[in-house]
């Protein structure tokens, strides 16, 4: 694959040339990568020690957050590791690598996004069939399916990327090895390979985006013929969370991937992509426990259980 380049290894714009905004931003990303971690990890562990948490909607938030924790990783120690060194420089391997597991964690979450809002649906519209249709197996097939989907969604055109001939420049105008600037590397045309992106994004991000719009106007039709106000507002509480997490995911992607040509500059998208890689997954724990009783007694008594143990 490497020999149809001459180009060897790329090198990170980042974010800026001033050393003293660069140390800012890296004990902010850094400081914001280490709650990440240990939000999500917490949600990993509560999910899978705590029996109260054995159901289908804990059993993909579980997944999800680990998927947070993988996404993240692909980009962010790069990111301080080139910001504390100064050396922004990235082999061509290496950016292939990155590049792959962040649009597979990424392609991944969004099918595991429609998976989650489907089983809100069976929850809420079809309460008598959910044993039954939302069971063990059922529920790891479907987790299955969104791993194999993000994988199948991602390597055929990232492969094709990286086939393609690089004869410099090779400087990236991003923090990390994003398909767009790399495109504008590229010493060939790329409109095909640019439409071929934008038909797989579009199937990717609007097609679960459509699975999960569709499931929660069901859902609010159906929350709406709840006689109770305590009964509507329950309901509402257990899917607030995850339209929230939706709502930031899906609008910062679109922005990103699927906007018109010549709408918005790279730097422009740096920054949205700020959002999406590294203030997203930091929200998404903290959105899902503070929103969520059961998970907050479960962290409360995993707490008082260590400090007994103590």
Not at 114 to 130: E, F, G, Q, T
Request: aromatic content about 12%.
């Amino acid at each position: 694959m490497w020999n149809h380049s001459m180009v060897r290894e790329f090198v990170l714009s980042g974010f800026t040339d001033n050393r003293r905004v660069e140390i800012l931003l890296f004990t902010f990303i850094f400081s914001t990568y280490l709650l990440t971690i240990t939000g999500n990890t917490a949600i990993v562990i509560i999910t899978w020690l705590n029996h109260q948490l054995n159901t289908p909607m804990y059993f993909f938030l579980r997944h999800f957050a680990f998927l947070e924790i993988g996404f993240t990783t692909s980009i962010i120690p790069k990111t301080l590791a080139s910001m504390a060194a100064g050396q922004k420089t990235i082999s061509l391997p290496g950016c292939f690598t990155q590049t792959f597991l962040y649009f597979a964690f990424g392609a991944t979450e969004f099918l595991l996004l429609a998976v989650m809002s489907i089983d809100r649906y069976m929850a809420i519209c079809k309460p008598l069939h959910y044993s039954t249709m939302m069971n063990a197996r059922v529920c790891k097939l479907l987790v299955v399916c969104s791993w194999v989907g993000g994988l199948l969604f991602t390597m055929v055109p990232t492969a094709v990327l990286f086939q393609m001939p690089y004869c410099g420049p090779n400087t990236i105008n991003h923090f990390f090895c994003d398909s767009g600037p790399l495109m504008k590397l590229v010493c060939a045309n790329t409109s095909l390979l640019e439409l071929r992106f934008l038909l797989i994004a579009a199937l990717c991000l609007l097609g679960t985006l459509t699975i999960n719009i569709v499931s929660y106007v069901n859902i609010v039709l159906t929350i709406l013929r709840i006689p109770s106000t305590t009964g509507r507002q329950k309901a509402f509480s257990t899917c607030a969370s995850h339209i929230t997490v939706v709502s930031i995911t899906y609008g910062s992607c679109i922005f990103i991937y699927i906007k018109p040509k010549g709408v918005g500059t790279l730097d422009f998208s740096k920054g949205v992509a700020v959002l999406n890689t590294i203030v997203s997954p930091l929200l998404n724990p903290f959105i899902y426990c503070l929103r969520n009783r059961q998970v907050q007694d479960a962290l409360k008594a995993g707490f008082r259980q260590c400090v007994g143990f103590h």
